[in-house]
């Protein structure tokens, strides 16, 4: 399972995934994925979840390229200068740049509130893990929130109200990918628009700009486009299993001889002309088949047939799915093509997610068999019958004396907050009670008295601290000061 934590880095990672507003502050955050994982798979499964990110109607987040464009989500351009440090004392020259120059100014918030919040707690800096992986896990959120907080101190008027969320539909993959056309017209015509500005303003010759249209046709820019066959497919995925099987991949996964090695041998047997490149880029649609089918086969209500390996639903669970999701059609109640292979190619390397965990999730949570979490289980592993659906609850784990001493410290933290959060402007209880408890003063004046404590709800607590003689003192003073009247209360 350790080789799923290995993404570019040379160690094992978890792949945190956070939404960050322009105060530095935290409004999202899905910990736990796999340091593997796409950025994308992340995406979608936070935008999945049933308390998941939201975007607000008619806005978008600004994203790095690694997410592609989609309704809500406005990544730069490719292929352009994009980085400050890229830029120098070099001009922007296109549309294309301009728009990423402006782009990478706004998305460097989320690098500083990182950076902080790595600063303020060093455990995700440069920490060495010695707590479990689901501690880890809850570590990451509740540092998150802590520095919400500790932002918050001292500015409180420059919060930014709640919004109210609203959830978002789901959505057809057509509309998705017009979605996604729309999106990447908004885009350019958003670029050409500041490049057509910073002429105007710089009264610099004009340069012509393309609006560029997508459309559903994609064409590759590198020469040699490879037409896979089914026969070619299968050769393909077995000689990298067989790789796999003799223990010739590394834990990094298959080195550039692999894939060569590999385009050799179909280049022999088909007498094609394939690269190592374009065997690997076959291998990454094989990948995101897999990553797909792990979680279909997690479906609620799915079973999983060893025999045929196939993944079953009932027809009426089968058609309201297939509905709104019609690229799943070929992953259920039909025989997975290739499946052996790829189990033993991704069995135990893919991403799965099974760890992640939001900000929106309760703390504590583990699943019904503790001992799944404590081994190293291969996400392809599979039997003839369908293990119930293990559900999330609150258990009790006995913990390290470390452990203990940072809950009780979190608990204290929980205490603090939560007494510093107390409204300053709320009124003593029995506030009348007591006023009217005092005797011998007219009861306008009395009222005229609760309506200035009411005011100044401080001085309405120190009033109620005081004896029932001061009381009176206070009450006297005031309607002599305010009403010119001398009561004798001796």
């Not at 204290?412 to 402007?425: L, P, Y």
């Amino acid at each position: 399972m350790e080789d799923a934590f290995r993404g570019r880095k040379t160690y094992a990672t978890q792949n945190v995934m956070a939404a960050v507003d322009f105060d530095l502050r935290f409004t999202y955050v899905l910990a736990g994925w796999e340091g593997s994982a796409h950025d994308a798979c992340v995406l979608a499964d936070a935008l999945a979840r049933e308390r998941g990110l939201q975007v607000p109607e008619g806005k978008y987040y600004l994203v790095d390229a690694g997410y592609g464009a989609k309704r809500g989500f406005l990544p730069p351009f490719r292929n352009v200068r994009y980085h400050l440090n890229e830029w120098g004392s070099n001009p922007v020259q296109n549309a294309e740049e301009l728009f990423n120059l402006r782009h990478s100014s706004l998305r460097v918030t989320i690098e500083r509130a990182f950076g902080s919040l790595k600063r303020r707690f060093k455990i995700l800096d440069d920490a060495t893990p010695f707590f479990t992986f689901l501690v880890q896990v809850d570590i990451v959120v509740a540092c998150c929130v802590l520095h919400n907080y500790a932002l918050s101190q001292g500015i409180d008027e420059f919060i930014i109200p709640e919004v109210t969320w609203s959830t978002q539909p789901i959505r057809t993959q057509s509309q998705q990918a017009r979605d996604h056309r729309d999106m990447v017209n908004g885009r350019q015509q958003m670029a050409n628009q500041m490049w057509a500005d910073r002429q105007a303003l710089y009264g610099m010759d004009s340069v012509e700009t393309t609006d560029t249209t997508v459309t559903g046709a994609s064409k590759s820019t590198k020469g040699g486009v490879v037409a896979w066959t089914n026969s070619m497919s299968t050769m393909h995925l077995g000689f990298l299993a067989n790789l796999v099987a003799r223990g010739a991949r590394t834990s990094s996964g298959f080195k550039t001889c692999h894939y060569n090695q590999c385009a050799k041998f179909l280049n022999d047997h088909f007498k094609l002309s394939l690269t190592g490149e374009q065997c690997s880029n076959h291998l990454k649609k094989w990948r995101k088949i897999w990553g797909r089918f792990v979680q279909l086969k997690n479906l609620s209500g799915a079973l999983w047939d060893e025999d045929t390996s196939t993944i079953r639903l009932s027809d009426e669970h089968y058609a309201g799915h297939c509905a709104n999701n019609k690229s799943d059609i070929p992953f259920l109640n039909n025989p997975i093509e290739h499946y052996r292979a790829m189990e033993t190619i991704f069995g135990s390397t893919t991403a799965s997610g099974k760890y992640a965990k939001s900000g929106n999730d309760p703390f504590s949570i583990d699943v019904e068999d503790e001992s799944e979490m404590q081994t190293s289980p291969n996400v392809g592993e599979s039997s003839a019958k369908a293990p119930p659906k293990k559900k999330a609850k609150l258990v009790h784990i006995e913990d390290d004396p470390l452990v203990t001493t940072l809950k009780d410290g979190f608990k204290m933290m929980a205490d603090a907050i939560a007494k510093s959060g107390v409204d300053d402007d709320a009124l003593p209880d029995n506030l009348w009670d007591a006023l009217a408890a005092l005797k011998g003063f007219d009861e306008d004046h009395v009222a005229h008295y609760y309506a200035h404590l009411v005011d100044n709800p401080k001085t309405a607590k120190a009033f109620m601290t005081l004896k029932l003689e001061s009381k009176l003192v206070w009450l006297g003073r005031y309607v002599h000061k305010t009403f010119g009247v001398l009561y004798n209360l001796k």
